[in-house]
């Protein structure tokens, strides 16, 4: 079944032509399952792949584009270094490259994990992490964009409570 934003559009939604404005920020409320809310936004990827269902995406920062406080284009987090903070979501569905939709910015979701994660560890993103995929934080104290909600014994998927910001 479609989740519907009450504005017209499923949250499962994905086209080549924009739906909505870019950076829409929609309530999905708490449901009977005990997860919680959940909030999306909508966004267009730019990746110039495909974004699998639990990769991490942040904002596209680059010269040729406006303001990424503007526009709401998203890639996978890269492999070098990308600060938490600048998460802004992450896909739960399949986006391919140059298509809109809606990626989870905060709530219970599926994160790709680049490694073993236990229940209640931190997600983070580290240097060498695999492009779009999480790490558990190194310490309880290391600033994280959500906690694991499930055992993964190694890579693979994870389900998690985010809250991204990016």
């Given at each position: 079944?479609a ?13 080549t ?9 929609v ?35 680059t ?88 055992l ?11 809250d991204?910001?990016?």
């Amino acid at each position: 079944m479609a989740i519907d934003t009450g504005i017209g559009i499923s949250l499962t939604a994905v086209t080549t032509t924009q739906q909505a404005p870019l950076g829409q920020t929609v309530l999905q409320p708490a449901g009977t399952g005990g997860e919680g809310e959940k909030v999306w936004i909508y966004v267009r990827n730019i990746a110039g792949v495909a974004l699998g269902a639990g990769a991490l995406c942040r904002r596209a920062y680059t010269a040729v584009t406006l303001p990424p406080r503007l526009l709401a284009t998203v890639i996978r987090t890269p492999a070098a270094a990308a600060a938490c903070s600048q998460v802004t979501g992450v896909a739960q569905h399949a986006i391919p490259d140059q298509s809109y939709g809606w990626i989870l910015r905060s709530g219970v979701g599926t994160v790709l994990v680049a490694a073993a994660t236990a229940v209640g560890e931190g997600l983070v993103t580290t240097v060498g992490t695999a492009v779009g995929q999480a790490d558990p934080a190194a310490a309880a104290t290391n600033d994280s964009f959500g906690v694991a909600l499930s055992l993964t014994l190694g890579a693979g998927s994870a389900t998690a409570i985010i809250d991204c910001k990016g």
